[in-house]
């Protein structure tokens, strides 16, 4: 059974960098194919794209976001780590994570975490 | 950047057919995959590579990707299909994720 869970801080402070953590069970980053990826949706927005890391440990960042992100793995805890600096209260968001397979469903988020909410303000 | 085009809203009446169409240039040679989301939960993945489905994903959901649109086909729509759906590729060229701005479903 795959699941995905984030967490991190609630609140966090403008200029702050922010750390959320992607936990998983269920598969390894280890597999040729797994990936996992992070997107967030502000209030009222549209979801959007952050990040992602594959089990070959390639990395890709959305380009408007990708001067302020590192993602990372630690694949003996199954964990994926994403870092945002210098917060902004636009950064206000639920932050989600997700599994993508490029082998079993041809690139597709097949399942996702339920999302942690991350408010920016001092 | 690679743009997806939805529709903001599509309303169908109980039992009738909705089409949910994705627009991008030459996204017919792209695999395009679609979720629903419904209010407060994560996305669910309804249809990937184009026209396939899930295991647990009914079998009235369908997909088509041809040329320049990507369509999404409930059949016999129920008032439980009422929900946002998105589609999504990605964009090989700049190595990105690139998602439609949703189109939400109201079953009359």
């Known amino acids: 059974q795959v699941t995905l869970r984030e967490s991190g801080p609630a609140l966090v402070k403008p200029t702050e960098t922010l750390t959320l953590t992607c936990t998983f069970s269920g598969f390894s980053l280890n597999t040729s194919g797994m990936c996992v990826s992070w997107f967030r949706q502000p209030p009222g927005k549209a979801l959007e794209w952050v990040a992602i890391i594959d089990w070959d440990d390639e990395k890709y960042y959305s380009t408007s976001l990708k001067t302020r992100l590192t993602i990372s793995k630690d694949t003996s805890k199954n964990q994926v780590v994403l870092t945002m600096a210098n917060m902004d209260p636009v950064d206000t968001a639920t932050y989600f994570c997700?599994?993508?397979?490029?082998?079993?469903?041809?690139?597709?988020?097949?399942?996702w975490g339920q999302g942690t909410m991350v408010t920016v303000s001092s | 950047s690679y743009v997806l085009t939805q529709p903001p809203s599509v309303s169908v009446a109980p039992r009738e057919t909705a089409r949910i169409t994705c627009g991008g240039d030459n996204i017919g040679g792209k695999s395009v995959h679609w979720y629903q989301r419904k209010p407060g939960q994560a996305p669910l993945l309804f249809i990937y590579f184009d026209t396939k489905r899930p295991s647990g994903i009914p079998e009235r959901f369908s997909g088509s990707n041809s040329g320049n649109t990507a369509t999404l086909t409930i059949s016999r729509v129920e008032a439980g299909d009422e929900a946002d759906y998105l589609c999504?590729?990605?964009?090989?060229?700049?190595?990105?994720?690139?998602f439609g701005g949703g189109t939400k479903l109201t079953v009359l």
């Open positions: 999504q590729v990605w964009d090989s060229s700049r190595n990105q994720v690139v």
């Open positions: 997700a599994r993508r397979t490029t082998v079993m469903t041809r690139g597709a988020f097949d399942f």
